[in-house]
C-alpha cells in the first residue's frame, strides 16, 4: 500500500463506506484519509483528582471507585452514581441508556472516567461519562491525545464518526505501507527543524505528547503555506522576466502641468509614495501588475488620474474600469472635469451610451484622437479597439474576476499594464495568499483634516431620538443617507423594508426632499435620483447598498444604517465611507434589533471603535475566516486544509521569506537539489487552470 492506494483496500473500510467517505469527505486515497486533519485532540494524558476539579476545565479524566449508585425517580428519572478518591466525592449522571448503565456501573468498583465536568452549589457531577473498568490495558488505551475529527450525518450514519475515523487512520498508520516521500528538500527541514513528513502525518492523527503534535502541526501548515508562496511568487517572478511591457520612460507636459497647475491639493506623503511605485514599474520595460490597497476616502481617484497623465505622457492611451454605472459616471465626471482646464478630453462608455454615441468612441479610440477611456465592463467587450493602450485601471478590484482582468491583456500586442485598486483593506496574509502574484502597494494615509468619523449603535427604541438628530442636521444643511440591507438584488421582502421605511421617512421628515436608490431601477432612474442627491435638490438618499462603492457626496455627513446587524464587517466599513468625505463632522449610525448573535455584536462593537480598514479587515478575517472574506472563494487558492490565515500570520511569514530566498537564487526551480519543489508544485497545480499564464 501507498499514499495512492484506494481507501476501499483499508482493511474495515470497504465499497460502502468507501462511497460515503468519497462523496461526504473527498476521501479517495490513503493520502486523502491522511490529510483529513482532526480539527482538535482529546488529551487524556493527565490524571485529576476530584479536589482539582475547576470550572475552565473542558473535559476531565480521573480515577474513581464507585461509592452508591441510586435510580432518582423525583424529577427527570436518572441514574446517579456516587464517585470517590482519596480528595473527594463527585456525581456520575446519566438521563438515557438507564438501565445498561445501572448493570455496568458497580459499587466497589474501580473505574477511568471521562467526561466535562459542572459544579452546582458546590457539588461536582459529570454527565454520561465516558468510562472504563480499570486496568493496566485500559490505562494504556486511554492514554494519550486522541484526534477529533468532523463528521457528517451521513457519515455517522455509516458508521464513520470521529471514533470511526480514528480507526481508520489507526489502521492506515499499522498497516505495511510503503515509506511516505518527503516533499521538501532536506536543505529545508534541517534549517527549519522540521520534523519528516511521514512522521508530521503520524504525529498529527496520534500525537506522542503536545510537544510532537504542536512540531507536526507547525510543519504540515509551514508546508501548505509555503507552496502557496512559492507557486505566486515564481508566477511573479516569471511573469516579470518574460512578459515584456511598455516602458514609460518620460514624465512629460501632462504629469508636469496637471502636477504643477491643477493638482487641486496636495498629495499625501502616501499618494506620492504610491505614485512613485507606480512610476517605477511602469518605466522599465516590464509589465506591471499591481494592486493598489487604500481605504475609502484616501485618495485613489488622483492616483489613478496622475498615471493616465503618465501613460499619455508616453504616447498611450488610457482606461479606468469601474464596477457600476453610478461610479464610472462619477469617475467620469470628476476626472474630466480636473483635466478640462488642460483641454484633455474623456469619453465614458457604459452599458447605456447610445449607439450613436459608441460609434463615436469607437472611432477615436482607434484613430488615437481620444486618449482617456472610463466606464464599465463595457469596455472591455472584443468590439473596443484601442489604438495603442498602455495602462488599465480597475477600481473596486473584488467586483472584477480573474478573467475580466484577462481580457484587458488581449487590448494591445503587448499586455499594457494593471493597476487594481481595491477599497477593502485586506489583511496581510490574505493579500499575500489571494494577490500573491500581484505587487501591492498601500495608502495607509488619510488627507489631512478629516474629522474621525463618529459611530453610534442605537436600538430601535431609540428611533425618535435618532430622527431628530438627523433633523438637527438637515437644519444645518447636511445631507443624510438612510441604507437598508438587501442581499440578494430579488429578495422581495427586502425591497418591501426600504419602500416601507421610504413612506417613514417621508412622514417624519415632510419638510425635506428625498431620493431613493435600489438595484430594481434602470441605470437612468438610478443616476437621475443619484444625481438629485448630489445636486442637493435632495435632502435624504433612501438607498440599498447600491451605494455602496465609491460614490462621493461631500456634503452628506450622516449614514445611518438600518438592521445594521444583517451587514457583514467590510460592508459597514464599506457604507460608513460614504461619509466623512468634505470638511464637516460627520457621524455614522448603526441601528440594530436588540436580539443580537455575539458575531453581529463583535461587529457593531468594532465599528464603533475603530475607523481603521485594516483592524477592521483583521477582526472580519478572525470572525468569519478566510473562506468568506470577498473574493477568496472564487480564488481557488485557499484549499488550504490546516493553516488558518487568520491565526497563522507568523508561520506564513516564514514560508514566504523562505520561498523568497530559494527563487532568488533559483528561480525556475532548476537546480538539482530542487526538484523535489518543482516535482511538488506540479502535483500542486494539477488539474487547475493557471491564470498565472495571462496574470
Ligand atoms: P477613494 O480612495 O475612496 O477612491 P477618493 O479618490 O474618492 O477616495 O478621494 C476622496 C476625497 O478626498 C475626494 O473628494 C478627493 O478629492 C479628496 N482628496 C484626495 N486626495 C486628497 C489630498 N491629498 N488632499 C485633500 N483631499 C484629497
Ligand atoms: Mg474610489
Known amino acids: 500500500m501507498n499514499l495512492d492506494t484506494p481507501i476501499e483496500f483499508v482493511k474495515g473500510v470497504g465499497p460502502k463506506k468507501a462511497d460515503v467517505l468519497k462523496t461526504e469527505a473527498g476521501i479517495h486515497t490513503i493520502s486523502d484519509m491522511l490529510t483529513y486533519y482532526p480539527f482538535r485532540h482529546i488529551d487524556r494524558t493527565k490524571f ?194 518574460t512578459w515584456k511591457g511598455y516602458a514609460f520612460t518620460q514624465v512629460g507636459e501632462y504629469f508636469n502641468n496637471f502636477y504643477s497647475n491643477h493638482l487641486p491639493f496636495q498629495l499625501t506623503n502616501a499618494q506620492k509614495r504610491v505614485i512613485k511605485e507606480i512610476r517605477y514599474d511602469t518605466s522599465a520595460g516590464k ?144 493579500a499575500m495568499t489571494l494577490y500573491g502574484e500581484l505587487d501591492i502597494s498601500v495608502i495607509d494615509e488619510l488627507p489631512p483634516g478629516r474629522k474621525p468619523i463618529q459611530t453610534r449603535h442605537m436600538y430601535d427604541a431609540r428611533r425618535a431620538e435618532m430622527y431628530n438628530f438627523l433633523r438637527s442636521e438637515l437644519v444645518k444643511g447636511r445631507q443624510v443617507y438612510i441604507v437598508y440591507p438587501l442581499i440578494e438584488e430579488s429578495e422581495k421582502l427586502d425591497l418591501k423594508h426600504l419602500e416601507e421605511g421610504y413612506e417613514v421617512i417621508k412622514k417624519v421628515f415632510p419638510e425635506y426632499k428625498i431620493s431613493i436608490v435600489h438595484g430594481r431601477q434602470n441605470a437612468a432612474t438610478k443616476e437621475a435620483e443619484m444625481q438629485r442627491f448630489l445636486n442637493k435638490e435632495t435632502q435624504i438618499m433612501v438607498a440599498t447598498t447600491v451605494i455602496e462603492v465609491g460614490v462621493n457626496v461631500p456634503n452628506a455627513s450622516i449614514m445611518v444604517i438600518e438592521n445594521a446587524e444583517r451587514f457583514g464587517l467590510s460592508q459597514l466599513h464599506q457604507l460608513r465611507g460614504r461619509v466623512g468625505r468634505g470638511a464637516d463632522q460627520s457621524y455614522c449610525i448603526l441601528m440594530s434589533d436588540y436580539k443580537l448573535s455575539e458575531e453581529a455584536k463583535t461587529r457593531i462593537q468594532t465599528m464603533v471603535r475603530t475607523n481603521d480598514g485594516f483592524e477592521i479587515a483583521e477582526v472580519d478575517l478572525h470572525l468569519r475566516g478566510p473562506g468568506d472574506t470577498e473574493g477568496t472563494r472564487q480564488s481557488g487558492l485557499l484549499d488550504l486544509k490546516l493553516a488558518d490565515l487568520s491565526k497563522d500570520q507568523k508561520i506564513l511569514q516564514l514560508a514566504n521569506d523562505v520561498a523568497e530566498k530559494i527563487l532568488e537564487k533559483d528561480t525556475l526551480l532548476q537546480a538539482p537539489e530542487n526538484q523535489i519543489l518543482k516535482l511538488e508544485l506540479h502535483k500542486r497545480s494539477a488539474g487547475k487552470t493557471i491564470w498565472s499564464k495571462i496574470s
Open 48 to 241: 485529576y483528582t476530584i479536589s482539582q476539579l475547576r470550572d475552565d476545565l473542558y473535559q476531565v479524566q480521573l480515577r474513581v471507585r464507585i461509592s452508591h449508585v441510586e435510580m432518582v425517580e423525583k424529577g427527570r428519572k436518572r441514574l446517579v452514581a456516587t464517585a470517590i478518591d482519596n480528595t473527594g466525592k463527585m456525581d456520575l449522571i446519566w438521563f438515557q441508556g438507564l438501565k445498561w448503565i445501572k448493570n455496568i456501573v458497580k459499587p466497589g468498583q474501580d473505574y477511568i472516567i471521562f467526561g466535562r465536568v459542572t459544579q452546582f452549589k458546590g457539588a461536582w457531577s459529570m454527565m454520561h461519562p465516558e468510562m472504563e473498568i480499570l486496568s493496566e490495558k485500559a490505562l494504556k488505551n486511554a492514554f494519550g491525545l486522541h484526534p477529533v475529527y468532523h463528521s457528517s450525518e451521513k457519515m455517522k450514519a455509516a458508521f464513520l464518526d470521529s471514533k470511526g475515523l480514528a480507526q481508520i487512520v489507526h489502521t492506515i498508520l499499522q498497516s505495511p505501507l510503503d515509506p511516505i516521500p518527503e516533499n521538501l528538500p532536506p536543505y529545508l527541514t534541517q534549517i527549519i527543524k522540521l520534523p519528516s513528513r511521514a512522521e508530521s502525518l503520524k504525529q498529527i492523527h496520534k500525537p506522542s505528547s503536545p510537544e510532537d503534535l504542536q512540531k507536526a502541526t507547525f510543519r504540515l501548515k509551514f508546508e501548505e503555506l509555503f507552496y502557496v508562496r512559492l507557486k505566486l511568487l515564481m508566477q511573479n517572478k516569471i511573469a516579470k522576466r
Open 287 to 430: 509589465h506591471m501588475n499591481r494592486l493598489v490597497q487604500g481605504d475609502v476616502g484616501s485618495g485613489k481617484t488622483i492616483v489613478a488620474l496622475m498615471s493616465m497623465l503618465l501613460a499619455a505622457d508616453n504616447g498611450f492611451q488610457a482606461c479606468l474600469m469601474a464596477p457600476t454605472e453610478i461610479l464610472a459616471t462619477q469617475h467620469h465626471k470628476g476626472i474630466s472635469e480636473l483635466l478640462a482646464p488642460m483641454g484633455i478630453e474623456v469619453e465614458l462608455l457604459t452599458g447605456s451610451t447610445k449607439a450613436s454615441k459608441r460609434k463615436i468612441i469607437h472611432e477615436k479610440l482607434q484613430s488615437g484622437e481620444l486618449k482617456f477611456l472610463i466606464g464599465t465592463h463595457a469596455l472591455i467587450e472584443p468590439d473596443v479597439v484601442f489604438k495603442n493602450l498602455g495602462l488599465a485601471i480597475i477600481d473596486e478590484q473584488h467586483r472584477f474576476g480573474v478573467a475580466q482582468r484577462a481580457k484587458i491583456y488581449t487590448k494591445n500586442q503587448y499586455p499594457p499594464h494593471i493597476l487594481v485598486m481595491t477599497a477593502t483593506p485586506i489583511p496581510r496574509t490574505l
